[in-house]
C-alpha cells in the first residue's frame, strides 16, 4: 500500500509542471523585443552620410545627413567607429565623361578645390554654357584645357593630363584614372588621391588594365578612361598627429583587439588572381505578354 501511494504522489508531480509550461512558452514569447533586419557593413555602404540628390545636376554644395554609423531604415548601429567630425560640403562629380564621335570638345577649368568627402581634388570646368565638377588630375592648375574625345584613330593620340578618350585611342603604358566598366556607364573606377591605372596590352577588341590592386582586367576599347594621376598623392603619407584630428574626420575610438599580421583580419600575402575579362552586362528580361481580350 505504501509503495502504491509513493508511486501516485511521484505520478502527480512529474505531471504538474506539464501544465505549465504553456503558460511559460507564453509570457517568454511576450518578453521577446522586436526583430528588426539590420544589415551588415560592406557591400559598397559606409553608414557615414547620406546625400540628398536633386532631380537636376547643379554645382551648388549638396546638403548631408550624417549616420554616424547607424543604418538609415532602422536607425541601428550596424559600424562601430563612426560619428561626430566638422561638417563637411558634398560636391556633385560628374562621373559621365562624354564627348563628340568626330573631333574633341575643349573644358576650362576654373578652380581647383578640396572637398571633404573625398580624398582627391576637385576642378570646376566649364563645357559651353555648361558648369560641372570633375576630378583633378597631380598637375592641374586653372587655366588648363582639356579635351573630351570618343573618337578612336588608327594611330593612338597624344594625350595630355586631365584629358578623356577612349581606351582604343590611347597609347600602351598611359597612366588613367574615371575608367568605364562598360561603355555608356559612370566612369565608377580609380577615384582615390594619388592612385591610377596603367593600360597594358592590347588584343582583338579588348584593352588590358592593370588597376591600383595590380589585378588586371580587360576591358571594351570604347570604354572611356581619364589621363593622368590623381591629386593628393601625399594623402596616404599624411600623419593624423593627435586625438583631437581623428575625432574632427568623423572617426570614434574603439579598442584595438586585433593585430596587424597575425590577426583573424590582419595582413596576409597572397598570390594576384589572374586576368579577368568584363564581360557586358546581362540585357533586360522580356514581360510576358497578357492577352485581356475574351474569347
Not at 554609423?69 to 560640403?89: C, E, H, W, Y
Not at 598637375?139 to 595630355?160: A, E, H, Y
Amino acid at each position: 500500500m505504501q509503495s502504491l501511494t509513493r508511486l501516485l504522489s511521484t505520478t502527480l508531480t512529474l505531471q504538474a509542471p506539464l501544465r505549465t509550461a504553456p503558460v511559460m512558452a507564453l509570457q517568454q514569447w511576450r518578453s521577446k523585443t522586436k526583430v528588426v533586419e539590420k544589415p551588415k557593413p560592406g557591400a559598397g555602404q559606409q553608414f557615414r552620410r547620406t546625400v540628398h540628390f536633386p532631380e537636376e545636376y547643379t554645382v551648388e554644395p549638396l546638403k548631408i545627413t550624417h549616420l554616424a554609423g547607424r543604418d538609415p531604415v532602422s536607425g541601428r548601429l550596424v559600424a562601430k567607429g563612426i560619428g561626430g567630425g566638422i561638417k563637411q560640403q558634398y560636391r556633385w562629380v560628374k562621373w559621365v565623361r562624354d564627348g563628340p564621335t568626330e573631333g574633341a570638345q575643349e573644358e576650362l577649368v576654373l578652380e581647383v578645390l578640396r572637398d571633404g568627402c573625398r580624398t582627391a581634388k576637385v576642378a570646376l570646368v566649364a563645357v559651353g554654357d555648361e558648369l560641372k565638377y570633375i576630378l583633378a588630375t597631380e598637375n592641374m592648375k586653372v587655366g588648363d584645357i582639356l579635351k573630351t574625345s570618343r573618337f578612336i584613330p588608327r594611330i593612338p593620340v597624344r594625350p595630355n593630363e586631365g584629358d578623356a578618350y577612349p581606351l582604343g585611342a590611347l597609347p600602351v603604358g598611359t597612366r588613367i584614372h574615371c575608367l568605364e566598366k562598360n561603355p555608356g556607364q559612370m566612369c565608377h573606377l580609380i577615384h582615390a588621391a594619388g592612385t591610377f591605372g596603367t593600360i597594358l596590352r592590347k588584343f582583338d577588341d579588348k584593352v588590358v588594365v592593370q588597376l591600383p590592386s595590380k589585378r588586371e582586367f580587360a576591358f571594351q576599347r570604347t570604354c572611356m578612361a581619364t589621363v593622368g594621376r590623381l591629386s593628393n598623392p601625399e594623402h596616404n603619407k599624411e600623419h593624423v598627429g593627435s586625438a583631437q584630428r581623428m575625432r574632427e574626420m568623423g572617426n570614434r575610438p574603439r579598442s584595438g583587439l586585433w593585430k596587424r599580421k597575425e590577426g583573424k583580419h590582419g595582413r596576409k600575402i597572397r598570390r594576384l588572381p589572374p586576368m579577368t575579362t568584363i564581360s557586358p552586362p546581362a540585357p533586360p528580361k522580356e514581360e510576358a505578354i497578357k492577352l485581356t481580350l475574351p474569347l
